[in-house]
């Protein structure tokens, strides 16, 4: 016992030296803050403080006089200040002391220098959400990345490298496939038209679309993304479809590798962003193409597109790729910064979901120079403006602090990229422009999103394998059986009598947002005790009842 006391003493020493260590606020030279014990003069105490010695205070302004703080001033020395707090708060009558620091602002908007320009942020309430998260990493500590099939990109650009996602388990330049993804040296991302991860630029458009999804944000730095710390994977030389398809590809391999090595490799891919298409082209025609994103969902990818940048009903005359019907693709039309959609935008009742504010919207450019590689901002219009900022929310979502709305990201990936899509879908704020014209009449609006997500929490049943509760119903001919479970793959759920005959079997599937219960009839079963169970593999979970 005297040994384990001693090393806890010791093991608290330790970090609380390690905690004085971690981090130093900065505060005003000079300044201290007191708090005296009740009834104390500040006169007197500063009597005793300079009977101490150096340094020499004076009172410099009373702060709370009901509470007895006050603001003391006096000559700062650096070498004394590390032994002055315990000096003051040794004097007697002062209850605490503290330094005067700077505090540092948390507000919802950035400190990015062009954020004025961002009215699109506003409108789709991103200040909103990012009041409780700025993205990153999921609950479980997965960092979340976007795929982003463009043209190419200046990932270089400053507002942008901080969050352009390397494939670590790869080493660049060796000529090797190091991580058995199938693709060789792709650290940096992939190119399909000459099989490198050299993104090459070949415009402003795919740096403006990254900027819109995931631009670093509060960096003091131009813009700030939707998503402020997301992973910008970039799949260039978007030029013909089969470079479409072998970009989408490469999206598939990436995230089910991560699913298959529980994060070791691959990409933990949320979310695919496509500003590209063919316009007059039906969906029929396309059916390889279309046919990429249920197989994209099976993994957890939800993919969002932009529709065409003219107003035609896409029912009619055909758009690619947002007329594929895929449950897992996410289409989406322009409208202004003052809810009104974009007449130069296409629309459709079945195919277009939503829209996103796309209409001159400030983002990242790169322009200039031999290779067009010189950083800058500026303003991109349209529905390829309109779609990132789906895709930025779809991302921002997963890293809400509600643990239950992505647990399941691996063991069903695709129910939980539904769930994530239907936070979007199901939450957009209605608007009579797009009424009859979009399948959900309204646009993105990520505040509504989050309240949803956070709604679902409430409500969520999950925790160690139990039976709470065992209900007699319909006067004993009708049981119902609540329950919880940690995850929500099928279970088995039986009953047995006490000779231990098998009454009942069947699978159970539990729900991750709802009140999960079994309901089974008794009806015919002779009075007696029963056993219940539920189980997975060999976890399983008992109980008895009887039948009356």
């Known amino acids: 016992m005297k040994n384990t006391t001693c090393f806890l003493f010791l093991l608290l020493l330790l970090c609380g030296g390690l905690r004085a260590q971690t981090k130093v606020t900065e505060h005003r030279p000079g300044e201290l803050i007191v708090q005296l014990e009740p009834g104390q003069s500040i006169g007197a105490v500063l009597g005793a403080l300079n009977r101490v010695g150096e340094p020499a205070f004076s009172l410099k302004q009373i702060l709370a006089p009901d509470w007895y703080i006050y603001l003391l001033q006096f000559n700062e020395n650096q070498d004394q200040t590390a032994d002055l707090l315990q000096k003051v708060r040794s004097v007697q009558g002062v209850q605490t002391a503290q330094w005067n620091s700077k505090v540092v602002e948390r507000n919802l908007e950035p400190n990015d220098p062009e954020w004025w320009r961002q009215g699109d942020m506003s409108f789709i309430n991103a200040p909103e959400i990012w009041a409780a998260t700025t993205g990153g990493l999921t609950p479980a500590g997965d960092t979340i990345v976007v795929a982003v099939l463009e043209k190419g990109a200046l990932m270089t650009h400053p507002d ?46 795919g740096t403006a679309v990254n900027g819109i999804i995931g631009a670093r944000g509060n960096n003091q730095l131009g813009v700030a993304g939707v998503n402020w710390n997301v992973k910008l994977l970039n799949v260039a030389g978007m030029d013909y479809e089969s470079e479409i398809i072998q970009g989408y590809q490469y999206v598939g391999k990436m995230r089910k590798l991560y699913n298959q090595t529980a994060g070791a490799k691959g990409a933990f891919i949320v979310a695919t962003n496509a500003s590209f298409g063919f316009d007059d082209e039906y969906a029929e025609d396309h059916p390889v193409w279309c046919a990429l994103y249920d197989s994209l969902g099976k993994l957890g990818v939800i993919s969002v597109a932009a529709t065409t940048n003219r107003n035609v009903d896409v029912e009619i005359v055909g758009d690619m790729p947002t007329t594929c019907t895929s449950e897992y693709l996410i289409s989406v039309t322009n409208i202004t910064k003052s809810g009104v959609k974009v007449s130069q935008a296409g629309y459709g009742s079945m195919s277009i979901d939503l829209a996103a504010p796309g209409s001159d919207t400030y983002s990242t450019f790169n322009s200039g120079g031999q290779n067009n590689d010189i950083p800058s901002y500026g303003i991109i219009g349209g529905c390829s403006a309109a779609a990132p900022h789906v895709t930025g929310g779809i991302a921002l979502l997963y890293s809400l602090d509600c643990e239950p709305f992505t647990s399941d990201a691996f063991s069903n990936p695709t129910a939980c990229a539904r769930r994530v899509r239907d936070a ?125």
């Not at 058995?180 to 415009?203: A, E």
């Not at 139990?466 to 479970?485: A, C, P």
């Open 160 to 205: 942008l490298a901080p969050n352009r996602f390397w494939n670590w388990p790869d080493i660049p330049e060796n000529d090797i496939d190091d991580d058995g993804n199938g693709y060789v040296d792709d650290f940096g991302g992939w190119n399909p038209q000459d099989f490198t991860n050299v993104l090459g630029t070949k415009g402003y458009h």
């Open 424 to 548: 979007i879908l199901l939450n957009v704020e209605p608007n009579e422009t797009l009424d009859g014209v979009t399948t959900t009449g309204g646009h993105l609006d990520l505040g509504n999103s989050l309240a949803s997500v956070r709604e679902l929490c409430k409500g969520a049943q999950v925790g160690p394998l139990d039976i709470l509760e065992v209900r007699t119903m319909q006067g004993g001919s009708k049981m119902r059986i609540f329950f919880q479970t940690p995850i929500f793959q099928p279970y088995q759920f039986r009953v047995f009598n006490m000779l231990g005959q098998l009454m009942l079997e069947q699978e159970v599937v539990p729900q991750q947002f709802s009140e999960n219960y079994i309901d089974f009839e008794t009806n015919y079963w002779p009075v007696g005790v029963y056993v219940m169970s539920i189980g997975r593999g060999d976890v399983v979970k008992s109980r008895k009842f009887p039948k009356i």
